[in-house]
């Protein structure tokens, strides 16, 4: 699967290929000897405790508390995140359907091609529906939105409200509405986000894990790194040094102008002395994410570069000390955007580009979202990232992420902040 940053490092189809085939010659290799750095990293996979089919009946339960909150009679489910989260069902998309209908009273549901029939029953056999499980199946030449609407009619809701999970395809949901005419399709968000903004202990140590094993994996590669090195180099040292710390990470490499771009340029960039190097990453620990971005150079940074850092780190502090239960996500945003708009780097989105952050949990980017007029109200577990940045057309960018999660009486980052671009982890 082509994650969101490697998408960026390849570009379009035929660059991709022409950038691609370098890469893959080397790993095809496999005997190159990895920096003793990296090499010495250890797994920490044994750290992460899988979540349990108990949990996830929790959170069916929670989800069927919401939907009477918000006067829903069931919610549809079809492959993404959302259906792992309430079923460890993992199912790739397509244009046939397969989807999990739960009601708010009552069962849940499946409907799966008859084909699939044997790989769906071995999934939701471990999920909390596994025991006498009620899967509807469709042949090829049959529809399977006429099985959702007599399911919805076996359950006794055909005339009722139904939430659909928003990543949906919209060729699903509308035949949905075609084969099931009697009931009201809406968003199931109010119940999914419901759910998953606020995350358990166990969410909170599984994300605190992924940000720990991205943290070592930066540090190791950063110590690895020498000038000459390309920022592919540098991101096939990122994903090993993942890897030897026992799960799959990666990271959108940026240098020099290029870090300008807060998401990057498809452009092939070699790394000098002194020239701002910028590392946005993560990986997944049991299907929870960290979002790290570090910025440093390699030699001794300029004063414009330490000026411009040190404006940065005073943004992702200022997030940090106003985040807290029962204040507005926007006002969070406020915070950071303020200390780089007095500082000189404004108005608005001048320089700072972006929102200051996403909500975090199995995907990298979920709900709330720290951004200017969002009213949504901070609570605790809830997880985001702080991402302060200036970025100067041109010349270079700057930008701190460290994931944070909402404590009873204000904010933690899971991980420390960058103390400085010459000495990014803090260490001799």
Not at 103 to 115: D, I, R, T
Not at 277 to 291: F, H, K, L, P, R
Request: charged share 25%; aromatic share 8%; hydrophobic share 40%.
């Amino acid at each position: 699967m082509v994650s969101r940053r490697r998408f960026l490092q390849t570009g379009s189809l035929a660059a991709g290929v022409s950038v691609a085939l370098p890469t893959l010659a080397r790993a095809a290799e496999g005997d190159k000897p990895l920096p003793p750095v990296i090499a010495a990293l250890r797994s920490l996979r044994g750290e992460a405790k899988p979540i349990t089919v108990e949990e996830r009946a929790a959170r069916q339960e929670k989800a069927r508390r919401l939907m009477r909150e918000n006067n829903l009679s069931a919610i549809l489910l079809t492959p993404g995140t959302s259906l792992a989260y309430f079923t460890g069902i993992r199912w790739e998309g397509g244009e046939r359907m397969f989807a999990m209908v739960l009601p708010a009273k009552g069962e849940a549901l499946y409907v799966s091609p008859a084909f699939e029939e044997g790989r769906a029953r071995e999934q939701i056999a471990k999920s909390p529906d596994g025991g006498k499980p009620d899967v509807r199946i469709w042949q090829e030449d049959e529809s399977p939105y006429a099985r959702v609407a007599q399911g919805l009619s076996d359950r006794g809701i055909a005339s009722g409200t139904v939430g659909v999970e928003e990543t949906a395809k919209f060729l699903f949901s509308d035949n949905l509405k075609k084969a099931a005419a009697s009931a009201t399709f809406t968003s199931a968000t109010p119940v999914t986000a419901g759910c998953r903004m606020i995350k358990s202990q166990h969410e909170i140590d599984l994300m605190r894990l992924a940000s720990k094993v991205t943290l070592a994996a930066y540090e190791a590669t950063y110590r690895s790194m020498k000038v000459g090195m390309t920022q592919r180099d540098v991101g096939e040292l990122l994903e090993a040094a993942h890897r030897k710390l026992g799960f799959e990470g990666d990271a959108d490499v940026q240098v020099g102008e290029f870090s300008a771009f807060p998401h990057g340029s498809v452009a092939i960039q070699g790394i000098r002395e002194s020239m701002i190097v910028m590392i946005d990453g993560g990986c997944s620990v049991e299907g929870y994410a960290s979002d790290i971005t570090r910025t440093f150079v390699l030699g001794k940074a300029d004063d414009k570069m330490k000026q411009v850092f040190d404006i940065v780190h005073r943004a992702q502090s200022a997030a940090l000390a106003a985040a807290k239960p029962g204040v507005e996500a926007g006002s969070v945003d406020a915070a950071a955007h303020k200390v780089i708009t007095d500082a000189g780097y404004g108005p608005d989105y001048k320089f700072f580009t972006h929102r200051l952050g996403h909500g975090m949990g199995m995907d990298g980017h979920e709900w709330p979202y720290l951004v200017r007029g969002n009213s949504t109200k901070l609570q605790p577990e809830m997880t985001f990232s702080d991402e302060p940045g200036i970025y100067i057309r041109g010349e270079f960018g700057i930008r701190l992420e460290d994931d944070m999660h909402i404590t009873e009486n204000g904010a933690e980052l899971f991980t420390p902040q960058s103390p400085s671009l010459e000495n990014p982890f803090g260490k001799a």
